[in-house]
């Protein structure tokens, strides 16, 4: 297994991956408006392909920590096929993603997500850091994890295509 920048020739692969890793197809249409976003951010859509298929892929858009709109990362959606999943392909994009946004300078990305999942990763609750969800519903399955740089404290938010879920 491989893991790469996501290509424009990737597209109906991911899509698909999405659609059968979901039981609705938010998750793929939200990709879809996410590259069309002005959050997007090539570098950190991913794929993990096994022998050229794409058994993978992980996105994370830009975001930012309101009042004072400070640059954050917002995770999301992580998908993997159905056939491939419990073999470690979510574990290693999740990492790669992780290195990728420390490499480019991010201070922090946050998801939301299992607690049990993303806890190996270093992730925990975003108000242990100072950072509220857009969602107080979404209690402990709001998490971040802090990269580098400054804290930022405040209230997350998404890139705007999460908006319209």
Do not use: N
């Given at each position: 297994m491989?893991?790469?920048?996501e290509?424009?020739?990737?597209?109906?692969?991911?899509?698909?991956?999405?659609?059968a890793?979901f039981?609705?197809?938010?998750?793929?249409?939200?990709?879809?408006?996410?590259?069309?976003?002005?959050?997007?951010?090539?570098?950190?859509?991913?794929?993990?392909?096994?022998?050229?298929?794409?058994?993978?892929?992980?996105?994370?858009?830009?975001?930012?920590?309101?009042?004072?709109?400070?640059?954050?990362?917002?995770?999301?959606p992580?998908?993997?096929?159905p056939?491939?999943?419990?073999?470690?392909?979510?574990?290693?994009?999740?990492?790669?993603?992780?290195?990728?946004?420390?490499?480019?300078?991010?201070?922090?990305?946050?998801?939301?997500?299992?607690?049990?999942?993303?806890?190996?990763?270093?992730?925990?609750?975003?108000?242990?850091?100072?950072?509220?969800?857009?969602?107080?519903?979404?209690?402990?399955?709001?998490?971040?994890r802090?990269l580098?740089?400054?804290?930022q404290?405040?209230?997350?938010?998404?890139a705007?295509?999460?908006?319209?879920?």
């Amino acid at each position: 297994m491989i893991v790469r920048r996501e290509h424009p020739g990737d597209h109906a692969a991911v899509r698909e991956l999405h659609e059968a890793a979901f039981p609705t197809d938010v998750e793929a249409r939200l990709l879809d408006e996410l590259r069309e976003d002005a959050g997007f951010l090539p570098h950190l859509s991913l794929v993990a392909a096994d022998e050229e298929v794409v058994v993978g892929h992980v996105i994370a858009t830009r975001g930012w920590i309101e009042p004072l709109g400070a640059a954050a990362l917002g995770l999301g959606p992580l998908g993997v096929r159905p056939g491939s999943q419990g073999r470690g392909v979510g574990t290693v994009l999740v990492h790669a993603l992780l290195a990728v946004a420390e490499a480019a300078g991010e201070c922090l990305v946050a998801l939301l997500g299992a607690p049990g999942y993303y806890g190996r990763f270093g992730f925990v609750r975003s108000t242990d850091l100072g950072v509220a969800p857009p969602d107080p519903a979404w209690g402990a399955h709001f998490q971040a994890r802090r990269l580098a740089g400054r804290e930022q404290r405040g209230t997350f938010r998404y890139a705007e295509p999460f908006t319209r879920l």
